[in-house]
């Protein structure tokens, strides 16, 4: 749930480059569009990163990056006439972002999900995980409208921040739980 809010905030960085640094619709749909560049390169790199590691340490650091960027966006560090600033955020941000999209059932190995209910365990986590998609528009369009401009996109990106902060904590218990290492063998033959 914790890495689907912060997807959710990807619909809006385009309006944040319009709402905070002035720019019109289609520089604005450009900026926010490097987002969506990020979204192949993030989640390959972290599939690939989590399969030589493992995957708890990437989603530690990819919530990591979300909970940097969405600070610096939260604090309103990233300043008016720093299009170079701007567009690092929005890349180091999303690059996490699509990190966890990219890990969101990595963790099944690791929790020692036996594969014969693999099936239910994504069910269960996915109507659990993809609730934001209930609540994270209007929780959006409330503190866009209550605060305009700048205002509202820095509340938005802290309630991100927030997320992402419960969701590595959520990652540092898992792996504490999960420290004993698993035999493979068994969870194959369950």
């Known amino acids: 749930m914790c890495a689907y809010v912060?997807?959710?905030?990807?619909?809006?960085?385009?309006?944040?480059?319009?709402?905070?640094?002035?720019?019109?619709?289609?520089?604005a749909a450009r900026i926010g569009t490097i987002s969506f560049w990020m979204r192949p390169i993030a989640a390959v790199s972290a599939g690939l990163l989590a399969d030589r590691f493992n995957s708890t340490?990437?989603?530690?650091?990819?919530?990591?990056?979300?909970?940097?960027?969405?600070?610096?966006?939260?604090?309103?560090?990233?300043?008016?006439?720093?299009?170079?600033?701007?567009?690092?955020?929005?890349?180091a941000t999303s690059?996490?972002?699509?990190?966890?999209?990219?890990?969101?059932?990595?963790?099944?190995?690791?929790?020692?999900?036996?594969?014969?209910?693999?099936?239910?365990?994504?069910g269960v986590v996915s109507f659990v995980g993809f609730t934001p998609d209930i609540f994270m528009g209007p929780l959006m369009g409330y503190l866009l409208d209550n605060s305009p401009g700048a205002?509202?996109?820095?509340h938005v990106f802290a309630v991100v921040a927030l997320?992402?902060?419960?969701?590595?904590?959520?990652?540092?218990?898992?792996?504490?739980?999960?420290?004993?290492p698993i035999n493979k063998n068994e969870v194959l033959s369950s």
């Open 57 to 91: 340490l990437i989603l530690a650091v990819s919530f990591s990056l979300v909970i940097a960027g969405s600070t610096f966006i939260a604090a309103g560090l990233v300043l008016p006439g720093l299009l170079w600033l701007l567009l690092l955020t929005i890349a």
């Open 151 to 154: 205002a509202g996109h820095q």
């Open 95 to 122: 690059a996490g972002i699509y990190a966890l999209r990219g890990l969101y059932f990595a963790i099944f190995g690791e929790a020692a999900v036996p594969a014969h209910v693999t099936g239910t365990a994504v």
């Open 163 to 180: 997320f992402a902060v419960f969701g590595l904590i959520s990652t540092v218990v898992f792996k504490r739980i999960t420290k004993s």
């Open 6 to 27: 912060a997807y959710k905030s990807t619909d809006d960085f385009s309006l944040y480059a319009r709402d905070a640094f002035g720019y019109n619709e289609v520089d």
